[in-house]
């Protein structure tokens, strides 16, 4: 399946060409400026030589290593491009390589004709979801499912001229404020839950599937429920959209509205068949990645809760979400001031962690704390994007990408967020110099350097968890797992610019771990220390050190 136009860009290139869309990043004037930006984001403190009392962010390492994916990415064999019931091994071998897959996922696949949902294979596509999520909780891979964009039969209710698959998931004319306008994107959700879900005691007259034949000797849809495959599900993808105009942009009352809907089909108002929790009262639902990476549309959207939802015997508000979920790509612009971007940026000279910062403290005021999900950051290689990654030194744009997902990665989790997605897997259009089309991690069955450090990372330390940040510039950050203790150190910069920094490990020796491109595992190498110390070089691509004796 050829991809000509993807959402992500084909509207910025109608409406506002080349200016950012996403949240931009400050860039930083000078070196000088990074231990200052990197202090001011970063717990850092001098209580004891080479340690820190920063908060612990107790999240495994491999949670900041996700990407976004589509289903022809696990089933289509570029030289049998109409198979669609089989794993292609070649692109499921770099899947492998992350702990976790967002699956954008047209509600038009689950809903091709009103009513009628399919699975597998889906009426739209003969798309095989059923082996897709089967392999990928064989392998250990978690999958958030997006279930976004309008069905061409919703879509078809509006005027000619406003049509649009990312319109507002509700008929033309509805009262967006108002829950009930979003009945049936909750009912699909319900139908989805119930197959996909852990609840297996669901009334099967209730669940639904088009079990009509298309053609002779097709494949047909059976009920299936509780298939224990999916635990997370998102509502929709980017609902502020301030650059698409009102027919596809909601308000944060109007979104919680949606959500509230999709949530538990409106507190049960909607009947037994609506809503995620009414299928699966432990489904998580994330709220659909923010754009404007904006708090005070979270706050909007919980004071509307708190209003129509009202509080839990607990005293904690009534939330129509699970997981609060928004979108950064790090770049030259600002996204809170709307200033124009003109090229990405290493991640610690954009405004990452403050954005974070904001959006985990948002998280930790509730009674109930909940998660903080940054489900889309990445860059692109082709030069003519303003969401490049540049060249630095004899480094290529793949190389400069490997090191800055990388390193984006190392700095969510330092900051509270507890998932990390990248965007994406493969490139939408190659050799397009529009932003996000060049942004994928593997080309061609082949991964990128991006993907081979994330593989790499994850052998090594994902079941490590972050315990402190112990120097600012180098940076070095410190991880355990149990007894074990493994030192993170990298130079937060994008100009080549290298270093050194001791470490003192207490130990008789060490082993350093370097990145090879093109290798499944790190490169080891064997030093001795000097009483327990060691002075490790330091570049802009992360090294890794542990103490042995």
């Not at 506002?16 to 850092?44: L, M, P, W, Y």
């Not at 489904?283 to 509307?304: H, K, Y």
Request: aromatic share 10%; proline share 4%; with cysteine.
């Amino acid at each position: 399946m050829t991809i000509l136009f993807h959402y992500k860009y084909l509207s910025f290139i109608a409406v506002i060409g080349s200016f950012f869309s996403h949240c931009g990043e400050k860039k930083a004037e000078s070196s000088q400026n990074i231990a200052r930006i990197v202090r001011d984001t970063v717990q850092v403190t001098k209580s004891a030589p080479n340690d820190t009392t920063a908060a612990n962010n107790p999240i495994a390492l491999k949670n900041m290593f996700g990407v976004n994916a589509y289903e022809w990415n696990f089933l289509q064999d570029p030289s049998n491009p109409g198979l669609h019931h089989t794993i292609y091994e070649k692109n499921m071998a770099i899947i492998k390589s992350f702990s976790s897959v967002r699956h954008y996922m047209n509600w038009n696949k689950l809903e091709n004709t009103k009513g009628n949902y399919t699975y597998n294979p889906t009426n739209n596509g003969s798309w095989d979801y059923d082996l897709i999520y089967t392999r990928c909780k064989q392998e250990g891979i978690l999958v958030l499912a997006d279930l976004k964009n309008c069905p061409t039969w919703l879509e078809s209710t509006y005027p000619a001229d406003a049509q649009d698959n990312e319109n507002v998931p509700a008929p033309y004319g509805l009262d967006k404020t108002d829950p009930a306008s979003y009945a049936d994107q909750a009912r699909t959700a319900f139908q989805f839950a119930a197959r996909y879900g852990y609840n297996s005691d669901i009334d099967k007259s209730l669940v639904k599937v088009d079990a009509r034949s298309r053609w002779n000797n097709d494949d047909i849809n059976v009920v299936k429920i509780g298939l224990g495959l999916i635990s997370y599900i998102e509502c929709d993808n980017e609902r502020d959209k301030w650059w698409k105009g009102a027919a596809t942009e909601q308000t944060p009352e109007e979104y919680a509205a949606n959500m509230s809907a999709f949530y538990d089909g409106n507190m049960g108002k909607l009947g037994n068949n609506a809503g995620v929790k009414t299928a699966d009262p432990n489904m998580q639902v994330v709220m659909g990645g923010l754009a404007s990476c904006d708090v005070n549309f979270v706050n909007r959207m919980i004071a509307w809760c708190k209003t129509n939802r009202g509080y839990k015997p607990d005293g904690s508000v009534n939330l129509c979400f699970d997981v609060i979920n928004y979108h950064f790509y790090n770049n030259n612009g600002d996204i809170l001031k709307h200033e124009h971007a003109t090229t990405g940026v290493a991640p610690e000279l954009s405004m990452a962690g403050q954005i974070a910062d904001s959006f985990v403290k948002l998280a930790n005021s509730l009674k109930k704390p909940l998660e903080v999900w940054v489900t889309e950051s990445g860059y692109d290689i082709n030069q003519g994007s303003y969401q490049k990654a540049t060249y630095i030194g004899s480094k290529s744009p793949t190389e400069t990408q490997g090191d800055w997902l990388l390193r984006t990665s190392l700095l969510y989790i330092r900051h509270g967020i507890k998932k990390v997605f990248f965007y994406q897997l493969q490139d939408d259009t190659p050799n397009v110099d529009v932003q996000y089309a060049t942004s994928g991690l593997s080309e061609k069955g082949t991964p990128r350097p991006a993907a081979d450090y994330i593989l790499q990372t994850n052998k090594l330390m994902g079941d490590y968890t972050y315990k402190a940040t112990i120097n600012a510039d180098p940076l070095v950050d410190k991880y355990v797992n149990g007894g074990k203790t493994i030192y993170v150190l990298t130079i937060p910069d994008q100009k080549g610019r290298t270093g050194s920094f001791t470490l003192d490990l207490g130990t008789n020796g060490a082993n350093i771990y370097t990145l090879k491109i093109g290798a499944s595992g790190m490169v080891k190498t064997v030093a001795k220390t000097t009483k327990g110390k060691l002075t490790v070089a330091v570049s802009e691509t992360p090294v890794f050190v542990e103490g042995v004796d």
